[in-house]
Nanobody
Framework: QVQLVESGGGLVQAGGSLRLSCAASGRTFSSYAMSWFRQAPGKEREFVAGINWSGRYTYYVDSVKGRFTISRDNAKNTVYLQMNSLKPEDTAVYYC???????????????WGQGTQVTVSS
């Protein structure tokens, strides 16, 4: 069992930066692939970025490549999402998720956090 708690969301102007954190409970954190998803009002939850269990492999949706960076610290049971050059279209609730494999399909993830709101003003 893994419990996930996100933090770091907020209101920022376009072009600004935020760093999201996702703290996990449980001793098996390092065995999970971790990903960030987001959901804007009226839209489906979409994959944003993912990282494999060791941190060696990462994967990003095209719209955030070059702007967002996912990382993890297995000693601290935490995964991060550094978001730079934010745009109004990045506005959404951001969720972290834990799963067995690194994949963009939300159905492959077993555990989810409660989400943190990111709002980017123009």
């Amino acid at each position: 069992q893994v419990q996930l708690v996100e933090s770091g969301g907020g209101l920022v102007q376009a072009g600004g930066s935020l760093r999201l954190s996702c703290a996990a409970s449980g001793r098996t954190f390092s065995s999970y692939a971790m990903s960030w998803f987001r959901q804007a009002p009226g839209k489906e939850r979409e994959f944003v970025a993912g990282i494999n269990w060791s941190g060696r492999y990462t994967y990003y949706v095209d719209s955030v490549k070059g702007r967002f960076t996912i990382s993890r610290d297995n000693a601290k049971n935490t995964v991060y999402l550094q978001m730079n050059s934010l745009k109004p279209e990045d506005t959404a609730v951001y969720y972290c998720a834990a799963g067995g494999i690194l994949h963009s399909d939300k159905r492959d993830y077993d555990y989810w956090g409660q989400g943190t709101q990111v709002t980017v003003s123009s």
